[in-house]
């Protein structure tokens, strides 16, 4: 059996490698396994932390819990590469929070997004896909 090639979880057969694969193919299986695993820190931001102030600006590879009682404003990176991600919590249970797009599109518009927090506590995961479309959601 052919070794697949990706770099996601959704991108593994599940039935390989198969019984009559070699030794040395299921170490090339073992390697793409540790890639992805290695990968998944640029679909997930693997680092989160609690921040109280009003007003921060991400960084690539974090999350961030805003818990500020007033409107939070998070600016996302200026200088984007594809692939990076930038998550967010908002507790503060209000509609005018505020995720600053720094220069780059946030779902192909050039506009800041409102984010209302008033409904329920929800994760946003953005990650930047290129100059067109820009911060994409999860």
């Known amino acids: 059996m052919g070794l697949e090639t990706t770099t996601?979880?959704?991108?593994?057969?599940?039935?390989?490698p198969t019984s009559s694969d070699g030794i040395s193919q299921g170490d090339?299986?073992?390697r793409l396994l540790k890639t992805v695993v290695q990968n998944l820190g640029k679909w997930v931001p693997g680092e989160?932390?609690?921040?109280?102030?009003?007003?921060?600006?991400?960084?690539?590879?974090?999350?961030?819990?805003?818990t500020n009682g007033s409107a939070v404003t998070l600016t996302l990176p200026a200088s984007p590469s594809a692939g990076d991600t930038?998550?967010?919590v908002f507790t503060n249970g209000l509609t005018t929070n505020v995720i600053s797009r720094n220069g780059s599109p946030i779902c192909s518009t050039a506009e800041n997004m409102t984010v209302n927090a008033n409904t329920s506590t929800m994760v946003l995961v953005l990650t930047y896909v290129d100059s067109t479309r820009g911060w994409v959601l999860q």
């Open 8 to 16: 996601v979880p959704s991108g593994l057969v599940t039935t390989n």
């Open 28 to 30: 090339d299986h073992l």
């Open 48 to 66: 989160w932390s609690t921040d109280a102030t009003t007003s921060l600006t991400a960084v690539a590879g974090k999350g961030y819990i805003c």
């Open 86 to 88: 930038v998550g967010v």
